[in-house]
Structure formats: C-alpha cells, structure tokens
Nanobody, 126 residues
Framework: QVQLVESGGGLVQAGGSLRLSCAAS????????MGWFRQDPGKEREVVAV????????YYADSVKGRFTISRDNAKNTVYLQMNSLKPEDTAVYYC???????????????????WGQGTQVTVSS
C-alpha cells in the first residue's frame, strides 16, 4: 500500500519561499506519476504541478508558472515543490498524490490520482 507524507509547509511573508517534500513508501515510487494539488476551504482541489515517473515532463497551472518548480528524486522516493515569490492567494492546504496507472503522461485531473497524502498547510501573509 503506497503511503505519502508531505512536509515543509508553514507561514511565510509574501515574496518568500518554501519547499514542500512528499515522501513515498510501500510501493515502487519510480513508476508513479506524481502531482501537487492545493485546496482552500470551500473551493475545489486544484492542480498545481505534475511530473512524470521519469521526471522528464512537467506541467504547471498558469497561476504558479514561473514561480513554482516540481522535481523528484527517485532514489529517495521523494517529490518536491519549490515555491518562490509566494503570494497570499497561494494560501491553501497542499497535497501530493500518486498516479499508479503507469501512464506515459502525468494526469492533470485529481480524479486520476489514486493515493493522497494528508496535506500540509501553506499560509502566505501580505
């Protein structure tokens, strides 16, 4: 059973940076496409960034393009989200997710992800 644990969230001022980590266990991490999503209370969970199993292809939501970077280290079973130039509107609970289907492209829809972490809160103050 694949388990995901996020870490690295916190409180930061606008313009600051945070790096989120998501450690995977219980499966073959190097075969999974991975994604980062976020959710504000009362809103739907939205995609932030996704990365293929090899790390060779990524996708970013327009709202974070140029500010956030998704990466992975398959030797450490970990996926990262480097967040720079943070804005108050980036405030949310951030979740990592694993797509176990072994598809060639990383899905952008949350419905195609099979395993989720518990989430980590990111709060950006103005």
């Amino acid at each position: 059973q694949v388990q995901l644990v996020e870490s690295g969230g916190g409180l930061v001022q606008a313009g600051g940076s945070l790096r989120l980590s998501c450690a995977a266990s219980g499966g073959t991490f190097s075969r999974y496409n991975m994604g980062w999503f976020r959710q504000d209370p009362g809103k739907e969970r939205e995609v932030v960034a996704v990365i293929t199993w090899s790390g060779g292809s990524t996708y970013y939501a327009d709202s974070v393009k140029g500010r956030f970077t998704i990466s992975r280290d398959n030797a450490k079973n970990t996926v990262y989200l480097q967040m720079n130039s943070l804005k108050p509107e980036d405030t949310a609970v951030y979740y990592c997710a694993a797509d176990l289907s072994r598809s060639r492209s990383a899905p952008r829809s949350r419905y195609q992800y099979d395993r989720w972490g518990q989430g980590t809160q990111v709060t950006v103050s103005s």
